[in-house]
């Protein structure tokens, strides 16, 4: 009776080390989950940060696509200034139709495409800036002004 005792006690501590032990260092399994939660918090929060700028584009081009709308009603226009709306509207029409590719293909990104997705979407949020800038340009040589001091 005496070494049944001895035998429980013994394997009841033995247990107690064993899941103390268990609970200072974490399995594989347990270190592998871990490092896949970090990696799929980094990439929602890509794609967060990716979605917000491309949304903010695509209102920024909205309100230059009502701009060019509300422009084109202008009975008083020539046919020149017409067609130069009508060319302006069809180029922010594309604009937009590109951030909408880029959102949807953001939203579709895997762990897998993130990085090619990533690097479009800087590329697309790069040119599209660049289209903004390219249009104020035009504006300051049409109106003999400067209105952002750039040179021209």
């Not at 399994?29 to 871990?34: A, H, M």
């Amino acid at each position: 009776m005496r070494t049944i005792a001895l035998a429980t006690a013994s394997l009841f501590s033995l247990s107690l080390l064993l899941a103390a032990c268990g609970e200072k260092h974490p399995s594989e399994s347990d270190k592998l989950e871990s490092k896949v939660d970090a990696a799929m918090d980094d990439l929602r929060k890509g794609k967060e940060e990716a979605s917000a700028e491309l949304r903010e584009l695509r209102e920024d081009l909205a309100v230059e696509q009502a701009k060019a709308e509300e422009r084109l009603k202008d009975p008083k226009l020539t046919a020149e200034q017409r067609s130069e709306w009508e060319a302006f509207k069809d180029d922010v029409d594309q604009q937009i139709q590109r951030i909408d590719r880029q959102l949807d293909d953001v939203n579709a990104a895997t762990a897998e495409t993130w990085n090619d997705v990533k690097s479009a979407t800087k590329k697309a949020v790069d040119e599209t800036g660049d289209w903004f800038k390219r249009q104020a340009e035009k504006i300051d040589r049409k109106t003999d002004a400067d209105a952002d001091h750039d040179g021209h």
